[in-house]
């Protein structure tokens, strides 16, 4: 059965060694599809060119809310064309972080807007970035909505009320190898009252390796523990969560269907 990463770095630093043997390292591993997120225009180069070589993987592209300070007209118009290619199949990361503030929260709260209607111009699904940010992440998405919001919460930690109101809105909410870690009780009740029917998995490599590889770097490959936490949390057959969201993530990133 096919597992699929919906979110992870592939065109980091941390991979420029060995990048090819960490794709080849996932599909053995079963993790047959990878899409890697860029985080603004170079980034987004940078993985055009890793989509191009190997077919197992494709990309969403857009401006992280690090970086929303530096979102003029023309750094999204360069997005929106690079958005063309075939293998972009999301818009995304966008959205807000109130942790870091390297951009200032009026500006990330703009630029996130002003992203939301320009994949909903291209008909693309949007990705996700929130952190200590929830009551104004469903603020702008309520604000933005033109019917049901087509999308993704990426590395979910927030709290199972804010997860109700994404779903409500017709999000999917991702999980990475985070929820492998104790310290994540309330995570593991929002995974158990959503269900499988809105839930993606995904690494976020090379960031928040799961255990038993916590502290190393991440990588798609290890999204078979993020399946493997879920079945147990769920207490559902492991194949029937791989089906599930496969199927999910099929639906939602639906250009990597056809």
């Not at 080849?24 to 170079?42: C, F, L, N």
């Not at 990309?59 to 300070?69: E, N, S, V, Y």
């Not at 690079?82 to 109130?98: C, N, Q, R, S, T």
């Not at 992203?115 to 603020?139: F, G, K, N, Y």
């Given at each position: 059965?096919?597992?699929?990463?919906?979110?992870c770095?592939?065109?980091?630093e941390?991979?420029?060694e060995?990048?090819?043997?960490?794709?080849?390292?996932?599909?053995?591993?079963?993790?047959?599809?990878?899409?890697?997120?860029?985080?603004?225009?170079?980034?987004?180069?940078?993985?055009?060119?890793?989509?191009?070589?190997?077919?197992?993987?494709f990309?969403?592209?857009?401006?992280?809310?690090?970086?929303?300070?530096d979102a003029t007209?023309?750094?999204l118009?360069?997005?929106?064309r690079?958005?063309?290619?075939?293998?972009?199949?999301?818009?995304?990361?966008?959205?807000?972080?109130?942790?870091?503030?390297?951009?200032?929260?009026?500006?990330q709260?703009?630029?996130f807007?002003?992203?939301?209607?320009?994949?909903?111009?291209?008909?693309?699904?949007?990705?996700?970035?929130?952190?200590?940010?929830?009551?104004?992440?469903?603020?702008?998405l309520?604000?933005?909505?033109?019917?049901?919001?087509?999308?993704?919460?990426?590395?979910?930690?927030?709290?199972?009320?804010?997860?109700?109101?994404?779903?409500?809105?017709?999000?999917?909410?991702?999980?990475?190898?985070?929820?492998?870690?104790?310290?994540?009780?309330?995570?593991?009740?929002?995974?158990r009252r959503?269900?499988?029917?809105?839930?993606?998995?995904?690494?976020?490599?090379?960031?928040?390796?799961?255990?038993?590889?916590?502290g190393?770097?991440?990588?798609?490959?290890?999204?078979?523990?993020?399946?493997d936490?879920?079945?147990?949390?769920?207490e559902?057959?492991?194949?029937?969560?791989?089906?599930?969201?496969?199927?999910?993530?099929?639906a939602?990133?639906?250009?990597?269907?056809?």
């Open positions: 059965m096919e597992i699929i990463d919906s979110h770095h592939l065109d980091m941390p991979f420029n060995d990048r090819d043997a960490v794709i080849a390292r996932s599909i053995e591993a079963g993790v047959t599809r990878m899409v890697t997120i860029a985080t603004g225009p170079d980034s987004a180069r940078r993985d055009l060119e890793i989509v191009e070589k190997h077919p197992e993987v990309m969403a592209l857009g401006m992280h809310p690090h970086d929303a300070k007209a023309e750094v118009d360069d997005l929106e690079l958005a063309a290619h075939p293998k972009v199949v999301a818009w995304g990361e966008i959205g807000l972080d109130y942790h870091y503030d390297f951009s200032p929260r009026d500006v709260w703009r630029v807007a002003e992203q939301i209607r320009r994949a909903r111009a291209l008909d693309l699904p949007i990705v996700i970035h929130s952190r200590e940010a929830d009551e104004d992440t469903v603020a702008v309520r604000e933005n909505a033109d019917g049901p919001v087509r999308g993704v919460v990426h590395c979910y930690g927030g709290s199972l009320a804010t997860a109700e109101a994404l779903v409500e809105l017709g999000l999917h909410i991702s999980f990475t190898g985070t929820i492998t870690f104790k310290a994540q009780m309330e995570v593991h009740e929002v995974v959503i269900g499988m029917g809105r839930i993606l998995v995904e690494t976020d490599s090379p960031y928040l390796a799961p255990k038993p590889h916590r190393k770097r991440n990588e798609p490959a290890f999204t078979v523990h993020v399946v936490k879920l079945a147990e949390l769920l559902l057959p492991r194949e029937q969560v791989i089906e599930q969201a496969t199927a999910n993530t099929l939602l990133f639906s250009k990597m269907a056809v």
